[in-house]
């Protein structure tokens, strides 16, 4: 991962300007690591290609943690990009009422852009809509998980 002075005086990101400067973009808080975990999900659920630039820009909008965002992108990997953008499909399927298309595997540009235009709209809503509740999830999860941490931590310091 770069560092954070190396992004902050890399040329093709000076256009963010004061922007990179904000510690909540850097340091590991709270409330910094729950939005990270809530860009990172939803942006792996994203059927597109770049997730980490797109986990990197929404990172700067809401202030969470840049590294942990764009790390996050990773669970969607070559290996579990099948299962999960299928889950994906058969989501957005049954949200749009719409039956599940059997299709052969042929990698050919024809058969995938064909694949692709008959699948686009159910594989987008349910990546968009499981992206937004994973993300959620996420987001409390982490975020209730550190409150119980520090409970903990100062439950024992203070028998101690």
Not at 101 to 118: C, I, V
Request: proline fraction near 6%.
């Amino acid at each position: 991962m770069p560092n954070e002075s190396s992004l902050r005086n890399h040329k093709h990101l000076s256009w963010l300007g004061c922007h990179l400067h904000d510690p909540a973009l850097w340091h590991l808080t709270r409330k910094s690591v729950a939005k990270a975990f809530l860009v990172g999900v939803f942006c792996a659920f994203l059927p597109v290609p770049m997730q980490m630039i797109i986990a990197a820009i929404l990172s700067l909008f809401i202030r969470s943690n840049i590294p942990i965002s764009v790390g996050l992108v990773w669970i969607t990997n070559p290996i579990t990009i099948p299962p999960i953008f299928y889950f994906s499909y058969v989501v957005g399927t049954y949200l749009l009422g719409t039956p599940i298309l059997e299709m052969e595997l042929e990698f050919t540009y024809k058969a995938l852009s064909h694949d692709l235009s008959a699948i686009w709209w159910p594989l987008l809503t349910g990546s968009l809509f499981c992206g937004v509740v994973f993300s959620v999830i996420s987001y409390f999860t982490v975020s209730s998980l550190w409150i119980w941490h520090v409970r903990k931590t100062w439950s024992k310091r203070r028998n101690n």
